[in-house]
């Protein structure tokens, strides 16, 4: 059996698939074995201090090595570790990535927000698109939103922005990056009349859930801000009760929902498909790519 792995050190949490990787008469395609997540919010300290602290970065070590060993019990020939906006935006990422190698034996790649967004493409979304309208992909993380347009199920523009959960939750999002993403939406999406948004991430991937539509379906604007304004008005403590939510979601569903709504309030959207990859889907994906096509 071939075994891929991926880690993707976010924002707000760090994870590790191992995909059970096989061939079909339509190619390569791999199969979800094992999928560990920690919440480790790197975001914290790298949007407030530039800095990721030493008690944090021990924790880093500690998850990496852990994954280490469970990438060497269950036999993973290949793996890709690409850290995002928290480790991009801290002084010491070099230092970590050293440190990483030597007490892990993980070669970690941080990775700049084209890469990130080229990443997730390689989940090829578009190919299960309709070619009679266009879309918006939005990729929601912890310091981070990449997006993408889609017109004729090929790949218009794209963009990364600094706006995200944990940035918002730490008040470190500008307004001016705002403005720079309404103004990179209005222009990209001008004269589509016709769109869709795609979107990806852990929150949108719960607020889905949550809205109990079909696979297959899309969420409307509507089912969204509902669920939107429901969250809102609890505390933290009650959301975690009340909507059954780890600590680590409870807090960043909101912001999250604040983005994707935003966004489909500047271009009209009226639904969203939530396909469930991610970043992980993504780096599998391009490793199926790069060794074996």
């Not at 990721?52 to 500690?62: A, W």
């Amino acid at each position: 059996m071939l075994r891929y792995a991926a880690i993707d050190i976010g924002s707000n949490a760090v994870r590790l698939l191992i995909a059970d990787i096989s061939q079909t008469d339509k190619g390569f395609e791999f199969k979800k074995n094992t999928l560990v997540r920690v919440p480790l919010r790197l975001g914290d300290d790298a949007f407030l201090d530039h800095h990721i602290s030493d008690r944090k970065v021990e924790d880093l070590v500690k998850t990496m090595s852990a994954f280490r060993n469970l990438m060497d019990v269950y036999q993973v020939s290949k793996y890709l570790a690409c850290a995002t906006s928290a480790m991009r935006e801290s002084d010491n990422g070099k230092e970590i990535i050293k440190l990483l190698k030597k007490k892990a034996d993980i070669d970690l790649e941080i990775i700049e927000g084209e890469r990130e967004a080229n990443i997730i493409y390689a989940n090829h979304i578009e190919a299960s698109l309709s070619s009679d309208k266009g879309y918006l992909y939005i990729d929601v993380g912890g310091g981070s939103t990449e997006l993408s347009v889609f017109i004729n199920k090929e790949l218009a523009a794209s963009k990364s922005f600094n706006i995200g959960t944990i940035r918002m939750l730490d008040n470190q999002d500008k307004p001016e990056t705002w403005e720079d993403m309404r103004a990179w939406v209005r222009e990209n999406t001008k004269g589509q009349k016709n769109m869709a948004a795609i979107g990806t991430g852990g929150n949108i991937n719960k607020l889905f859930r949550m809205s109990n539509e079909k696979q297959s379906d899309p969420m409307s604007f509507l089912k969204l801000k509902t669920l939107y304004n429901s969250l809102s008005s609890y505390s933290l403590k009650e959301r975690m009760l009340v909507f059954n939510l780890n600590a680590d979601r409870a807090d960043v569903i909101i912001p999250a929902a604040e983005i994707y709504l935003t966004l489909m309030k500047w271009t009209g959207i009226k639904q969203i498909y939530v396909p469930r990859v991610g970043m992980v889907d993504g780096i599998i994906n391009l490793l199926m790519e790069e060794n074996l096509v």
